[in-house]
Each structure stands twice: as structure tokens, then as C-alpha cells.
């Protein structure tokens, strides 16, 4: 089991940059690959970022190829993701997910994630 809270959303204007951090506790967080996927309104959740559990590899949608980019820190227990030149359709709830997996690729289905958190708010205005 592991418990994985959001931080960091917010009003930006267009062009501007955030960083939503994902703290974790419970079970060994190196041991779990993480995951960014984001809702809008009206919209099925979409997957952003992954990061494998080594943090050794990541993949992107390709709307936030080059923008936004994800890491950990094992030692802090704690997934970020940076997000720069943001645009108003990155406007969505943001979660963090938590996989048991330890498969070297990133996990980028978010039917392979068991552990979610509670989202966080990311609006952008034009």
C-alpha cells in the first residue's frame, strides 16, 4: 500500500512554468514506477509522464514532449514534474500514480496503476 499526495497546482499564464511534486509513504517508494496523467472537464484521463522505478527512463505524450519533464528522488520519496511553456489546453486536474511494476519501460496506461492520488489543480490562462 502507499499513499501518494500532490502539491504545487495553481493559477499560470500562458508561456509560464510550474512543478507539481508527489510525495509517497507507505511501502519502498523505489520500488514503484510513477506516472503523471491529467483530467479536463468533460475529458477521460490522459496520460502526461512516466518515470520507470530506477528513474532511469521516462516517456511523454507527445503534447508535452520537450515541455513538461518528470523525475524522482528515492531518497525524498517524491515524483516531480516540471512544466514549462505552458498552454491553455494543459488547463486539468493533474494525479500522480503509483505501479507496482518492474518493468524497465515506463508505464504509460493508466490501467496499470493502482495507487492514485487525490489531484491537483492546474489552470492556465490565455
Known amino acids: 500500500q502507499v499513499q501518494l499526495v500532490e502539491t504545487g497546482g495553481g493559477l499560470v499564464q500562458a508561456g509560464g512554468s510550474l512543478r507539481l511534486s508527489c510525495a509517497a509513504s507507505g511501502r519502498t517508494f523505489s520500488s514503484y514506477a510513477m506516472g503523471w496523467f491529467r483530467q479536463a472537464p468533460g475529458k477521460e484521463r490522459e496520460f502526461v509522464a512516466a518515470i520507470n522505478w530506477s528513474g532511469g527512463r521516462t516517456d511523454y505524450s507527445d503534447s508535452v514532449q520537450g515541455r513538461f519533464t518528470i523525475s524522482r528522488d528515492n531518497a525524498k520519496s517524491t515524483v516531480y514534474l516540471q512544466m514549462n511553456s505552458l498552454r491553455p489546453e494543459d488547463t486539468a486536474v493533474y494525479y500522480c500514480?503509483?505501479?507496482?511494476?518492474?518493468?524497465?519501460?515506463?508505464?504509460?496506461?493508466?490501467?496499470?496503476?493502482?495507487?492514485w492520488g487525490q489531484g491537483t489543480q492546474v489552470t492556465v490562462s490565455s
Open positions: 500514480a503509483a505501479s507496482v511494476s518492474i518493468s524497465i519501460a515506463p508505464i504509460t496506461s493508466k490501467y496499470d496503476y493502482a495507487y
